[in-house]
Every structure is written in structure tokens, then in C-alpha cells.
Nanobody, 125 residues
Framework: QVQLVESGGGLVQAGGSLRLSCAAFGRTFSNYAMGWFRQAPGKEREFVAAISWSDGATYYADSVKGRFTISRDKYNYVLYLQMNSLKPEDTAVYYC??????????????????WGQGTQVTVSS
């Protein structure tokens, strides 16, 4: 059974930074897609960033490109999202996700089979 546990959310002022972590348990995650999605109140869940666990290839939503960085600790099975220059519109619940191979559509929610419980990020203006 795969379990994903997020941490690192919180309240930050606009322009500040946060780093989210996602500890993954239950599998070796070789060749998995790992991603971050977010959902703001009243909006649909949207893609933020993704990474190929095997070769480290990364993918970003246009809205976060240049501000957010996704990375992974390949041997300790931890996924990270470094968020800099945060804006009020980044306020959302952030979800970690893991998807079985093959890596077909890392920016789409249907790529992912397992989801964490989410962590709240609030950016004040």
C-alpha cells in the first residue's frame, strides 16, 4: 500500500518562500511519476509540477515556472517543492501524487494513482 505524507505548508507573506515535503512509503517508486497539484477554494485541482523518479526530468505549470522547483531524494523517497516569490494566488491546498509507469502525461491528474492528504499553503498580501 502506497502512502504519501505531505508537510511544510503554512502561512507566508507575499514574496516569501516555503518548502513542501512528501514522504513516500510502500514502494520503491522506480520509474514512477511524482507530482504536485493544488486546489484553491471554489476551483478545480490544477497541476503544479512533476518529476520522473528515475531520470529526474521535470515539468512545470506556466504559472509557477521560474519560481517553484521540484526535486526528489531518490534514496530516501522524499519529494520536495521549493516555492519562492510566493503570490496570494498560490494560496491552495497542495497535494503530492504518485503515478505508476509508464510516464505518459505527467501534467495530467489521470497519470497519478496515489494521492496524499494535502497541506495548506496560505500567502498573505
Amino acid at each position: 500500500q502506497v502512502q504519501l505524507v505531505e508537510s511544510g505548508g503554512g502561512l507566508v507573506q507575499a514574496g516569501g518562500s516555503l518548502r513542501l515535503s512528501c514522504a513516500a512509503f510502500g514502494r520503491t517508486f522506480s520509474n514512477y511519476a511524482m507530482g504536485w497539484f493544488r486546489q484553491a477554494p471554489g476551483k478545480e485541482r490544477e497541476f503544479v509540477a512533476a518529476i520522473s523518479w528515475s531520470d529526474g526530468a521535470t515539468y512545470y505549470a506556466d504559472s509557477v515556472k521560474g519560481r517553484f522547483t521540484i526535486s526528489r531524494d531518490k534514496y530516501n523517497y522524499v519529494l520536495y517543492l521549493q516555492m519562492n516569490s510566493l503570490k496570494p494566488e498560490d494560496t491552495a491546498v497542495y497535494y503530492c501524487a504518485a503515478g505508476l509507469p509508464p510516464l505518459i502525461a505527467p501534467m495530467k491528474s489521470y497519470q497519478y494513482d496515489y494521492w496524499g492528504q494535502g497541506t495548506q499553503v496560505t500567502v498573505s498580501s
